[in-house]
């Protein structure tokens, strides 16, 4: 008998511990499942429109630096005799074939565009109305206070810019242009504008370039993205400031490439991939890169995820503690109140 009530005591207190127990800590984990999620997704949330706010940025800095070459060439184009160094006006100089006193106009523009900050201007280039270029100066390397290289003359007069801008086409836009070029291995970003006389004649034109790796240093730093990349309109790589070493960037993916196409309102809504660079995890949002209304390739800014991976891990480490800790109060108050219970039973059992 003894044995009996000592038996059914036993099975009461894990009855009344048990699901109560079970009940709890379900309770818990779920509400905390429910707090992480609701707190990681409102990081993500705020990640990815900073994320969107930066590609933004990154987009109107291009139409800036656009706008600034073209005021830049159209300072140039328009120069005029300077009586104190003796310097011909750019266009008597094309037009007259005067190369020594063309080199000698463009060179204070030059030395000055390539110390401002907010013109980016690494090369700048001259050709006459036959399409070869006849003044070619350049600032190698990041030190633009050191002196620049002057190339030799070659010909362009086959390119779609230089055809345009010798026959003086103009279209919606205008009359200057904005292109991806390639001159030897470099890519640039380049304006490209005509030069006229007094009689509106054509007389040559001029390119304003910045090579492609300096100016996606300049939209990374302007925008404050931890890094931006440039691929082509059918997703491979052109350059990026993480590096263009093969495998430190990949090309987009097929699937990455069909959203993005896809995509009918890139300005409201971006795509976005997370990206593995040198062992840390970043986010990439992409755009078109849109230069004098036309699309020229794509655009990805990306940040860093170290805030949001780290913020994530910081709040699921304390829940994991509190529904341990409130899992053994609610274990000890039970055996504590099952104990209460049950008492009785063994008295009797006595």
Same mark, same amino acid.
């Given at each position: 008998m003894q044995w009996a009530l000592r038996e059914l005591r036993s099975q009461l207190r894990y009855q009344i511990i048990g699901p109560f127990l079970l009940l709890t800590i379900i309770v818990a984990v779920a509400g905390s499942l429910a707090v992480f999620s609701q707190v990681t997704g409102s990081l993500q949330d705020r990640f990815d429109n900073q994320l969107a706010s930066v590609t933004r940025t990154a987009?109107?800095?291009?139409?800036?630096?656009?706008?600034?070459n073209l005021q830049f060439l159209r300072e140039v184009a328009f120069a005029q005799r300077? !009586?104190?160094t003796g310097a011909p006006g750019v266009a008597d100089a094309l037009a007259s074939h005067n190369i020594e006193g063309l080199k000698q106009a463009l060179d204070p523009f030059f030395r000055v565009a390539a110390n401002r900050n907010n013109i980016g201007l690494d090369r700048l280039i001259a050709f006459d109305t036959s399409g070869k270029t006849v003044s070619d100066f350049e600032v190698i390397g990041s030190d633009a206070s050191a002196d620049y290289t002057v190339h030799a003359s070659f010909d362009i007069s086959e390119t779609w810019f230089t055809k345009r801008v010798l026959s003086g086409i103009a279209d919606t836009r205008g009359d200057k242009y904005a292109e991806i070029i390639q001159f030897g291995d470099t890519l640039y970003f380049a304006t490209i504008a005509p030069v006229r006389n007094e009689k509106k004649q054509v007389v040559g034109g001029l390119i304003a370039a910045t090579r492609?790796? !300096?100016l996606l240093v300049l939209l990374r730093d302007r925008a404050q993205a931890a890094g931006m990349t440039l691929y082509s309109g059918s997703g491979e790589l052109i350059s990026s400031t993480f590096g263009n070493s093969e495998g430190i960037v990949e090309a987009m993916d097929q699937a990455l490439l069909d959203a993005f196409q896809s995509n009918s309102d890139p300005s409201t809504r971006s795509i976005f991939s997370t990206e593995t660079i040198s062992s840390r995890s970043y986010q990439f949002a992409y755009t078109p890169l849109i230069i004098r209304g036309g699309?020229?390739?794509?655009?990805?800014?990306?940040?860093?995820?170290?805030y949001v991976m780290a913020t994530g891990n910081n709040t699921l480490l304390p829940l994991i503690f509190l529904v341990a800790i409130l899992t053994l109060i609610i274990f000890i108050?039970?055996?504590?109140?099952?104990n209460r219970i049950t008492?009785?039973?063994g008295e009797l059992a006595l």
């Open positions: 987009n109107d800095e291009l139409v800036n630096q656009e706008q600034t300077n !009586d104190s492609i790796s !300096d699309s020229l390739g794509i655009l990805a800014p990306a940040l860093s995820r170290d108050a039970g055996v504590f109140i099952a008492a009785p039973l």
